[in-house]
């Protein structure tokens, strides 16, 4: 499976933008899809997941009612439409990926996925 990510930007704050990451390959071979976000010196941390095969999404505290997760199937593309965006929101976003179930309505971490997109930079100025 190989995932490519667009749509970062620079963007000043209560700004939108929104992401996309189009899978090719193997798509039956990822179960759960998402979004993670790292800053320079930080670990990658989860924002959003939506489970393939039905749907229930959930996001991190601090972008949910702000940042949408979102798929479509017929084009193997998920999206990430992020509103009202802060300057804490900016980070390299990845899309990523995991074959296998996992319990629904949870943080996913980085170890539980088995493939990443190549990262796309959002910037949200003050």
Known sequence: VQLQASGGGSVQAGGSLRLSCRFSGRTSNSNTV???????????????????SSGPTYYTPSVKGRFTVSRDDAKNTIYLQMNS???????????AARRNRIVAFATLTPDQIDYWGQGTL???SS
């Not at 998402?34 to 990658?44: C, L, N, S, T, Y």
């Open 85 to 95: 965006l802060k300057p804490e929101d900016t980070a390299v976003y990845y899309c």
């Open 34 to 52: 998402g979004w993670f976000r790292q800053v320079p010196g930080k670990e990658r941390e989860f924002v959003a997941r939506i489970d393939w």
């Open 122 to 124: 959002v910037t949200v």
